[in-house]
């Protein structure tokens, strides 16, 4: 079960020509930069571009097909625009309530459930002239899950919000990820919110699709633009295998065979995760380092270097069955003549939890 689209649009100085599938589960993000075409593939997904040619389908049910096109109201979505569009006349709770008795079914979420999420108790009886902009946009995240849709579309849900802001809404949304039932497709340029938050990555470039597939495979290529930005990260699979109480720190595995510590979390044993490990914020050793404030010290081996001229290279290194992208300066790569096959050890500063996936016990 997918979402098949083909979309051929011609705009003033714009065009967008496109034929893929993205999963009908998880989330989705459509990430590249501005002009590239994401906000007008997204709204011809609504239902809210016309003078098109192309077919969209939803789970084999048919929404554009030619002549025949399904009206936005019968497509069972929300839409999440970046400001959050609230009904001024409304508060807080008024606001929700609407969303809640105009729901598409009796499957979704209650009241009660997406204040608990999204942090509302303290917000109900407010009025909306009063929010702060990220107090705004937790609310309108909420009402779209109220309406119970099909298909969740996020358009830069972020974009307009401080960091502190961002930060607090981006750990709402990992944490309610388990929660939601309908895919959702999220728009952004911002390649650590898509880090964070997408299993699934298409990234347009021009109005066309320059590369696709699991974001966990696509954040270790290093010939894709977005693993040379500053966030640029890598994306591994881990199990939690034990908790250290005395310190605080959870004890990974990867794939069974590697060790990896974060700050604790409160999950079972056996629970499986994602995490997020820079590649700025992590280096190259030639020998393991014994005594060294960094736990994060795992034996890999040289996979790809890049070939440039530039100060900076990203090289990609396997731990275990997994790839990690490291950016060093292009003289410690000529001054440890790094080669691949080469045996090393990545030191890793930092790891970010992402997810949680299902638990084995």
């Not at 003033?12 to 998880?26: I, Q, R, W, Y």
Request: charge should be neutral.
């Amino acid at each position: 079960m997918s979402i098949a689209i083909e979309l051929h649009l011609i705009r003033e100085k714009f065009s967008l020509s496109l034929k893929t599938e993205l999963p009908s589960h998880g989330i989705s993000a459509i990430y590249g930069p501005s002009g590239a075409g994401k906000t007008t593939l997204l709204r011809w997904i609504a239902g809210l571009e016309k003078n098109t040619k192309g077919s969209l389908s939803f789970n084999e049910d048919i929404w554009e097909n030619g002549s025949y096109y399904l009206p936005t109201q019968r497509r069972k979505i929300a839409y999440v625009f970046q400001d959050a569009r609230l009904f001024p006349h409304l508060d807080v709770v008024g606001n929700l309530e609407y969303a809640y008795r105009r729901r598409f079914n009796n499957n979704g979420p209650t009241i009660e459930n997406v204040c608990d999420w999204f942090e509302l108790e303290q917000l109900l009886q407010n009025d909306t002239s009063n929010l702060s902009g990220g107090e705004k946009q937790r609310i309108a995240l909420a009402r779209a899950l109220l309406s119970s849709p099909q298909l969740i579309l996020m358009d830069e849900p972020l974009g307009s919000l401080d960091r502190q802001s961002k930060e607090r809404i981006l750990s709402l949304l990992e944490n309610i990820h388990q929660h939601l039932s309908a895919p959702v497709i999220y728009v952004s340029h911002d390649i650590e919110e898509v880090s964070r938050l997408a299993e699934h990555l298409l990234i347009l470039d021009s109005g066309k699709i320059s590369a696709q597939g699991p974001l966990i495979e696509l954040s270790s290529q290093q010939n894709l633009n977005f693993n040379h930005e500053e966030q640029a990260a890598s994306i591994i699979d881990a199990t939690i295998r034990n908790h250290d109480q005395k310190y605080q720190l959870t004890e990974l595995t990867i794939d069974n065979q590697l060790p990896l510590f974060i700050t604790n979390i409160n999950s079972k044993v056996g629970t499986k995760v994602r995490v997020r490990i820079p590649a700025r914020d992590i280096s190259i050793t030639l020998e393991e380092a014994h005594n060294s404030s960094i736990l994060n010290i795992l034996p890999a081996t040289i996979d790809a270097i890049e070939e440039t001229n530039n100060a900076r290279m990203l090289v990609r290194v396997k731990i275990a069955e997994q790839f990690l992208l490291i950016r060093i300066t292009h003289k410690s790569v000529d001054r440890l003549q790094l080669k691949i096959g080469k045996t090393v050890y990545a030191q890793i500063k930092t790891v970010a939890l992402l997810s949680e996936k299902t638990s084995l016990n």
